[in-house]
């Protein structure tokens, strides 16, 4: 690129060149020309100083042939000027002028020609005629005059030579400048030629760099495409992947637990025909395994963000003081126990429940990891995550958060482990001493939360799982204790359940009826509203949410429309944007998760019946 530029380069330089010696040139053609005027005026200033000599010769001349003093007159004018002209061509005269010694030679002769005028004059003025004629015969005054002319002439000569010599410089110069011009012009006319050419060869070299361009986007365009469907591909196997160990690691876990409800169940059903009734320990075992199955579909809901919550305000360090003889009695005596509990903590917006699962979760997370002998340190602060933080960090909102930190003393974790800590089923525990559900439902309940949560471990020096939940900055509302009745009335109510599966509708009527309620059933909404309408004094609708035809949410509306006053508990295995929008149950709404317990049963009718 730079050869390229080159002949451009020299051509502007040689135009600028030649420019600007022509503009040295009319410079010097000017000053030539000004020099001219002062060597033709100072040539007439000799002139006019010669002409005043001559005058005053010439009528010193007269006065002695004539004797008439009239002839005086020019003498004596031409006597006044001369002093005047001898300054003016003094001024003119530069100090190193190459005339100073032939002025100097004419002021010297001037002086002795007036002399010798005057002092004819005066001898001739005194009568003596003879002395001043032999005095004028004696060739002095022509001798001045002549050394006079002399000077004047060499002078004459001296600025001839100079002005011959500044033409002849000029005429040199301006022949080389019209050679110089038309080398320009030629190379001017050469260089736009090879400019065009050039150019042309530019326009063609960039149309096609254009081309092939347009190529290589093209080229790439179906590259990306097809690295897209095989980035997709990938993407679906990954998913097919992390599906298939999930429901791996649900099926596993599952038939672990319906083998223990089956085998205890064939177990009791032979005892008892054989007429034995000590089948108390088969019941409790299928229980047990009941209860795990529905904690397992609880652990999954809170991973996929999908339980749902009730979150209240929450202050951080009251809730965790709160915890200490639970998490004693959870972690053994070998655990020392340490809480460092933030002054002036920020409220946050969760559900109290689920943030004691998670400290929980993680408190005997890191019991395994110190083996059960170490210390645990549980830490509320306030924090702020900023804007740099949240650009490195996924599904991170920069702004304040409350911090709960839990730090162990345990073996820590790798890189490799903490990259997969998350993923449900994912475990280091023995086999039978963890399902690996415990910090994906802590991950799953924080970020349903909103929250962030961040795991820092190296191995051999112990792990901190920190959790940050946003904070609160509505006004603190506790929640109200529900105004119950003063005593325990007797179950006397009547309720509708409503479920659209038989064998649960089925047990969870006879459940009810075990309790004591007077219960009528329904297997759908339009046949529920048709029994409400037909039977009065309902007190409660128990209503499953999932339904064909009419869901649970608008059963519930149209009920209360129908008979006001009437209360009403949802209960599913799973909802979604029912009576649950955002992970939040909807405010003033009573919920009850499948699979329950006889006595989370009573206690949640007797909690929302006894309600004022």
Do not use: C
Not at 393 to 403: L, N
Not at 435 to 453: A, E, N
């Amino acid at each position: 690129m730079r050869w390229q530029t080159f002949p451009i380069v020299t051509g502007f330089a040689v135009l600028a060149l030649i420019v600007g010696s022509r503009a040295m040139l009319v410079e010097s053609q000017r000053a030539n020309r000004a020099a001219a005027r002062a060597t033709i005026e100072y040539q007439q200033l000799l002139s006019g100083l010669l002409s005043l000599a001559q005058d005053a010769e010439s009528g010193r001349r007269g006065y002695l042939l004539t004797g008439e003093r009239a002839y005086l007159e020019p003498y004596r004018k031409a006597v006044d000027a001369i002093p005047g002209q001898l300054s003016r061509i003094d001024a003119m005269a530069a100090s190193d002028s190459p005339f100073v010694q032939q002025i100097s030679h004419i002021k010297d002769e001037l002086s002795r020609q007036q002399a010798e005028l005057a002092e004819t004059i005066a001898l001739y003025d005194k009568g003596d005629a003879a002395g001043a004629l032999q005095r004028f015969r004696s060739g002095q005054g022509k001798s001045a005059m002549d050394e006079i002319r002399t000077n004047m002439d060499m002078i004459r000569r001296i600025d001839a030579a100079d002005i011959a010599a500044r033409d002849e410089h000029t005429d040199r110069v301006e022949a080389w400048l019209r050679i110089g011009s038309l080398a320009a012009l030629t190379a001017i006319f050469l260089l736009g030629a090879y400019t065009i050419r050039e150019s042309r060869r530019r326009f063609r070299e960039v149309a096609t760099a254009q081309e092939e361009l347009m190529r290589k986007n093209i080229e790439l365009g179906n590259e990306i495409q097809t690295r897209e469907k095989a980035e997709s591909q990938i993407r679906q196997m990954q998913k097919m992947e992390a599906v298939g160990q999930l429901t791996g690691g649900i099926a596993h876990d599952f038939n672990n637990m319906l083998a223990v409800i089956l085998s205890a169940m064939n177990l009791a059903q032979r005892k008892l025909k054989r007429g034995e009734n000590d089948i108390e320990k088969f019941i409790e075992a299928a229980t047990d395994a009941a209860s795990r199955a529905a904690n397992l579909t609880s652990r999954l809901l809170a991973f996929s963000r999908l339980q749902p919550l009730a979150p209240q305000v929450v202050d951080a360090n009251r809730l965790v003081t709160g915890m200490s003889d639970l998490l004693r009695r959870a972690l053994g005596e070998g655990i020392r126990i340490e809480t460092v509990l933030a002054g002036g903590l920020w409220k946050t917006h969760a559900d109290p429940s689920q943030i004691e699962n998670a400290i929980l979760n993680l408190a005997v997370n890191a019991r395994d990891a110190m083996d059960n002998d170490g210390k645990l340190t549980i830490e509320t602060a306030n924090s702020y995550l900023d804007e740099a933080y949240a650009s490195t960090h996924a599904e991170v909102a920069p702004g304040q958060y409350v911090m709960i930190a839990v730090t162990d003393t345990g073996a820590g974790m790798s890189p490799e482990v903490i990259a997969k800590a998350f993923e449900p089923f994912f475990t280091t525990k023995p086999v039978n001493k963890g399902t690996g559900l415990g910090l994906s439902q802590v991950f799953g309940f924080v970020k349903q939360s909103g929250g962030h949560v961040n795991i820092y471990s190296e191995p051999g020096e112990g792990t901190t799982i920190t959790i940050y939940l946003p904070r609160f900055f509505g006004p603190e509302e506790p929640a109200a204790p529900a105004e119950r009745g003063k005593s325990v009335s007797k179950v006397t109510e009547t309720i509708l359940v409503v479920e659209d599966d038989a064998r649960v509708r089925a047990a969870t009527t006879d459940t009810m009826r075990e309790l004591g309620y007077t219960v009528i059933q329904a297997g759908s909404g339009p046949e529920a509203l048709q029994k409400l309408a037909a039977t009065p004094g309902i007190a409660l609708l128990f209503t499953d949410i999932v339904m064909p035809v009419m869901n649970g949410r608008k059963l519930a509306e149209e009920a209360v429309a129908q008979q006001p006053g009437l209360k009403v508990i949802f209960t599913t295995g799973f909802t979604r944007n029912a009576v649950v929008h955002n992970g939040v149950l909807d405010h003033d709404v009573h919920f009850l998760a499948k699979p329950f317990t006889i006595e989370q049963l009573a206690a949640k009718l007797r909690d929302v019946l006894d309600t004022k």
